[in-house]
């Protein structure tokens, strides 16, 4: 029957007395519908393993002596039924009917009264800890009757009770999520004194594991007592009250992230990418309304219990689908840090709104060419046409006047090249070169060249999409940089609010508000000129900017893999902040 939910594992001693207890614990499973399996460890006194009368579903054993009581058992023995039912849970035992089956005891002999899992092989960790999951409604609705006090049918095993995340999402929000599973005994040791236990659960990523002081809640101490088997006869007194865990309010709009996903999906799909991010922000006060990467996973495989295979298949996929690529994967911005390029140049006035500058097909440094990606040029023009349409050469001349160290400052003004310090672990930097950076690295300054890729978005630099949206947000807003944000509150069991964030500002940018009003203007050309094509057809007014940052090696037809982007924003009026 595949809807078996629940394995008795028995351990049979050697006495005869205790194989006595083995086969009344056998006959109990068998009424109840439990699926048996045998550890025949040893002789069992001799007593041959009556495998039909006692309803044995399967037995193994490392014991060729007690085999051998048992005509006809091999080491590893399955009945058919067993058979089937496991292979019907292939999730839960499906390796150990084709590999060998690990040697597994459940000690129902503990004289603490706990059923204890010793295993020598990891093949079969999964099954051990589905097998152990075990909700009281699940186990209800297997048997016929309400389940009798453990402790009086099954003297030295008893029931206990783990809370367990179910995600009602999924991989929609997997990623800003996380996920919770086994305390690692280098976590243990950790959280020393902290009230841990070996056998606990804990965060592992996402706001699982940056809220996990709050989530937790704290254990209650009671004070019982015992009989000579290790029963509990009654509960004296409580010592502590179990005090609950905490939860959060989050700044995700669920709607906007079902849309977000599907409108990334939908895109990734039309043109064949294996990759991609979608975020939304309020630039008002740094909350993130929707986070989506994608590929993503569904985080309930580890909140129940990931098995081996499948944990290898999410490392082992070459796109990484357990990265949450809006905040851990740095690559080069492209167009798009053309926006810190002619803040640069406004700001340290080597340019002004109305300089013209003569842009060509390339503009060489010795036999070097360094290329427009319009093979024609643009002729004279101002940075709000060549923002517009994108000039390279434009912003390869801006960024020659401003230099390296210049070009890196404005970059870190707007946040680039250091963490946004959004509430996820995970996030990284990012990469601003500088003259000091390259000497480090490289035992030299940076090129005349390099400076030029640089002032494009491409050779060094890196940043992560966070980091372009949080930059691209202080534009909108008139030059508020603000720490990106996941959670509005926290809240305790009643619903009260016991921390509520507030926007948290990292600074005010050092840029005047004519050279934002400038940018600002000059991202609405972006649309107005087509160069993002049908944008400006929406029925909103959309300012922003594109980016194409190429890397990699080119291909048969000299065509180099890319990174697209496209950071915008609807403003109420042109140019002005919002």
């Known amino acids: 029957n595949p809807k078996t939910k629940a394995i008795a594992f028995v351990h049979a001693e050697t006495s005869t007395g205790a194989c006595s207890d083995a086969q009344a614990i056998c006959k109990f499973a068998q009424e109840k519908g439990l699926l048996t399996i045998v550890d025949a460890v040893t002789s069992l006194g001799g007593v041959p393993l009556e495998v039909d009368a006692w309803g044995i579903d399967a037995i193994y054993s490392g014991s060729q002596k007690c085999l051998s009581c048992t005509p006809g058992l091999?080491?590893?023995?399955?009945?058919?039924?067993?058979?089937?039912?496991?292979?019907?849970?292939?999730?839960?035992?499906?390796?150990?009917?084709?590999?060998?089956?690990?040697?597994?005891?459940?000690?129902?002999?503990?004289?603490?009264?706990?059923?204890?899992?010793?295993?020598?092989?990891?093949?079969?960790?999964?099954?051990?800890?589905?097998?152990?999951?075990?909700?009281?409604?699940?186990?209800?609705?297997m048997v016929d009757e309400p389940i009798p006090q453990p402790d009086i049918m099954l003297p030295g095993v008893y029931v206990d009770l783990e809370a367990r995340r179910n995600y009602l999402f999924g991989p929609l929000v997997s990623h800003v999520l996380g996920w919770t599973g086994r305390i690692s005994a280098t976590e243990l040791g950790r959280r020393s004194g902290e009230g841990y236990l070996s056998d606990d659960i804990i965060g592992k990523a996402g706001l699982e594991l940056t809220f996990e002081d709050e989530l937790r809640g704290r254990y209650g101490l009671q004070q019982v007592q015992r009989d000579p088997t290790g029963r509990v006869v009654r509960t004296l007194r409580t010592l502590e009250e179990p005090i609950p865990g905490h939860s959060l309010e989050l700044t995700i709009d669920l709607t906007i992230q079902k849309e977000a996903e599907r409108a990334l999906r939908w895109a990734m799909n039309l043109i064949g990418l294996r990759r991609g991010v979608f975020i939304v922000q309020n630039p008002q006060t740094g909350e993130i309304l929707a986070m989506v990467s994608l590929p993503a996973y569904d985080n309930n495989e580890f909140s129940q219990g990931i098995s081996t295979g499948d944990f290898r298949r999410l490392v082992n996929d070459p796109d990484r689908p357990l990265v949450n690529l809006a905040i851990s994967e740095q690559i080069p911005p492209g167009s798009t840090y053309k926006l810190i390029t002619g803040t640069g140049g406004l700001?340290?006035?080597?340019?002004?709104?109305?300089?013209?500058?003569?842009?060509?097909?390339?503009?060489?440094?010795?036999?070097?060419?360094?290329?427009?990606?319009?093979?024609?040029?643009?002729?004279?023009?101002?940075?709000?046409?060549?923002?517009?349409?994108?000039?390279?050469?434009?912003?390869?001349?801006?960024?020659?006047?401003?230099?390296?160290?210049?070009?890196?400052?404005?970059?870190?003004?707007?946040?680039?090249?250091?963490?946004?310090?959004?509430?996820?672990?995970?996030?990284?930097?990012?990469?601003i070169p500088t003259n000091q950076w390259a000497r480090r690295l490289f035992g030299r300054g940076i090129y005349s060249g390099e400076t030029y890729q640089a002032g494009i978005g491409q050779g060094y630099n890196a940043v992560t999409p966070l980091q372009l949206i949080n930059a691209y947000s202080a534009l909108a807003n008139g030059g508020t940089l603000y720490r990106p944000q996941l959670v509005r509150r926290i809240l305790d069991p009643d619903g009260k609010v016991v921390q509520d964030?507030?926007?948290?500002?990292?600074?005010?940018?050092?840029?005047?508000?004519?050279?934002?009003?400038?940018?600002?203007?000059?991202?609405?050309?972006?649309?107005?000129?087509?160069?993002?094509?049908?944008?400006?057809?929406?029925?909103?007014?959309?300012?922003?900017?594109?980016?194409?940052?190429?890397?990699?090696?080119?291909?048969?037809?000299?065509?180099?893999?890319?990174?697209?982007?496209?950071?915008?924003?609807?403003?109420?009026k042109i140019g002005r902040a919002h």
């Open 501 to 572: 964030f507030q926007p948290d500002v990292i600074r005010q940018l050092d840029v005047s508000a004519e050279t934002l009003r400038v940018m600002r203007v000059a991202a609405r050309n972006v649309l107005v000129v087509r160069h993002t094509y049908n944008l400006v057809d929406l029925p909103i007014v959309v300012a922003g900017k594109s980016g194409t940052a190429e890397f990699g090696l080119r291909d048969k037809q000299g065509r180099l893999p890319f990174h697209s982007w496209f950071a915008g924003w609807t403003p109420r």
């Open 74 to 141: 091999s080491p590893v023995s399955f009945s058919a039924r067993a058979e089937q039912v496991i292979k019907g849970r292939n999730h839960v035992l499906e390796e150990a009917i084709t590999g060998d089956l690990a040697l597994v005891r459940a000690d129902i002999s503990d004289r603490y009264g706990n059923l204890r899992f010793r295993h020598a092989q990891a093949n079969f960790g999964p099954a051990m800890a589905t097998a152990a999951r075990l909700t009281i409604a699940e186990v209800r609705a």
């Open 347 to 431: 700001e340290d006035r080597r340019i002004t709104p109305s300089t013209r500058l003569m842009t060509k097909a390339f503009i060489t440094i010795g036999r070097w060419k360094y290329w427009d990606w319009n093979k024609e040029g643009w002729g004279p023009i101002t940075i709000y046409d060549a923002f517009a349409h994108s000039s390279d050469t434009f912003f390869y001349q801006v960024a020659g006047r401003l230099g390296i160290d210049r070009l890196a400052f404005w970059g870190h003004e707007y946040g680039f090249g250091r963490r946004t310090g959004i509430d996820l672990p995970g996030e990284v930097p990012g990469i």
